[in-house]
């Protein structure tokens, strides 16, 4: 999850839910079955994110938990009153950092603070209101929405890709993997 869009309304009794599960995450060596998290793709890559993290937290972000980052071990990190412009949340961080946006109440305004970046993979959204679902639906720019779902679900006959810079021009899932194996052809036949 690259950010959590969360109203403010309901964000004081969101964020303690959040800091209690990171909590409960086992980090450490990949290798070891108990463990929940290992390590990010190497070490620079955990360094870059730790240091977005800081950043954030210069530009007001308030760190709620970090344990620590060892070498590529980085810690699931709860990072609550991001910037909605901090690097941490504008850039890809490909990491277990948990940053949490503070957004309007106003479903307008939090959709287009969701389409302020310049990625558009996927989303999820929770709410029990059909029409707030048809809204973010029709609304966010992004190639999935999810309604109480991660980010990241999807099941394989479903087209799965995103728009803006997280597209490449197509879309991944079964369906669309065997249009790439087939040709479309046009043809007529005469009227008479």
Same mark, same amino acid.
């Given at each position: 999850?690259?950010?959590?869009?969360?109203?403010?309304?309901?964000?004081?009794?969101?964020?303690?839910?959040?800091?209690?599960?990171?909590?409960?995450?086992?980090?450490?060596?990949?290798?070891?079955?108990?463990?929940?998290?290992?390590?990010?793709?190497?070490?620079?890559? $955990?360094? !870059?994110?730790?240091?977005? =993290?800081?950043?954030?937290?210069?530009? &007001?972000?308030? *760190?709620?938990?970090? #344990?620590?980052?060892?070498?590529?071990?980085?810690?699931?990190?709860?990072?609550?009153?991001?910037?909605?412009?901090?690097?941490?949340?504008?850039?890809?961080?490909?990491?277990?950092?948990?940053?949490?946006?503070?957004?309007?109440?106003?479903?307008?305004?939090?959709?287009?603070?969701?389409?302020?970046?310049?990625?558009?993979?996927?989303?999820?959204?929770?709410?029990?209101?059909?029409?707030?679902?048809?809204?973010?639906? $029709?609304? !966010?720019?992004?190639?999935? =929405?999810?309604?109480?779902?991660?980010? &990241?679900?999807? *099941?394989?006959?479903? #087209?799965?890709?995103?728009?803006?810079?997280?597209?490449?021009?197509?879309?991944?899932?079964?369906?669309?993997?065997?249009?790439?194996?087939?040709?479309?052809?046009?043809?007529?036949?005469?009227?008479?």
């Amino acid at each position: 999850v690259k950010r959590i869009l969360v109203q403010e309304s309901v964000a004081d009794r969101f964020v303690p839910l959040v800091l209690e599960r990171a909590k409960k995450i086992r980090f450490g060596d990949p290798m070891d079955r108990s463990t929940d998290l290992g390590t990010v793709v190497h070490e620079k890559a $955990a360094a !870059l994110f730790e240091a977005r =993290v800081h950043m954030a937290a210069e530009q &007001g972000a308030e *760190i709620l938990y970090n #344990p620590g980052r060892q070498g590529a071990l980085l810690p699931p990190i709860v990072v609550d009153r991001v910037p909605h412009t901090s690097e941490l949340v504008m850039e890809e961080t490909f990491g277990p950092i948990i940053p949490i946006v503070r957004a309007p109440d106003d479903d307008d305004a939090l959709i287009a603070l969701s389409n302020s970046t310049a990625f558009g993979l996927s989303s999820g959204v929770c709410t029990n209101s059909f029409p707030r679902m048809q809204k973010y639906i $029709a609304g !966010l720019q992004v190639g999935t =929405v999810n309604i109480w779902e991660v980010p &990241g679900y999807r *099941i394989e006959m479903s #087209p799965f890709g995103g728009i803006k810079d997280s597209g490449n021009g197509y879309k991944e899932g079964v369906i669309e993997a065997m249009k790439s194996y087939t040709n479309v052809k046009t043809f007529s036949l005469p009227w008479s």
